[in-house]
């Protein structure tokens, strides 16, 4: 099953009166149930009200059935995922990577460095994303500087485990 970032307004919510709400065009009310969403998940963690609604504001939340493929690998990206609640499977060109869940990003590298997707994210159980696109990803993080702090630091520890990675491929296990 494939997702469709163009559809994803008309993709189910769980709870049906966060659904009515969004199709009333109740934008107090669900943006309220998007902060309590938001609440949860560890990135957004010691951001004071404010700065919850402002993401609430530029973002989306939507829901994906298991096995739904959220990104393709070399498909260009245009949004940034937070994931709420569910766990995604991560398959890059080396193979089988790692299970991403509640409060784990994906989407940002295509969007800090304009390249294509570089893994495929698969949803192994039903999901709910905060989705930001390209140009509110950029206005979020100028108007939160401490999500650009946060967002920098995983991408770093990623990167650095990537590289104890390729060097345990490269050179096998330490002699003991």
Known sequence: MEFDERFTDRLPFHDPDEAEQAHAGATASSGDARIGHLQRVPLFS?????????VAE???IVEAPMGTVITQIG?????FFVIID???????????G????PGDFFGEMSLVDGEPRS???????DLRLLIVDRFHFWRLLDETPDLTRRILTILSRRVRHLEQT?????HGPSPG
């Open 58 to 60: 530029l973002s989306r």
């Open 98 to 101: 790692s299970q991403l869940r």
């Open 166 to 170: 390729v060097n345990a491929i490269l």
């Open 119 to 125: 893994a495929t994210i698969v949803a192994t159980t």
């Open 46 to 54: 010691g951001f004071n009200e404010d700065e919850l609604r402002r």
């Open 86 to 96: 569910g766990m995604v499977a991560v398959r890059t060109p080396v193979g089988a």
């Open 75 to 79: 498909e260009p990206g245009d949004s």
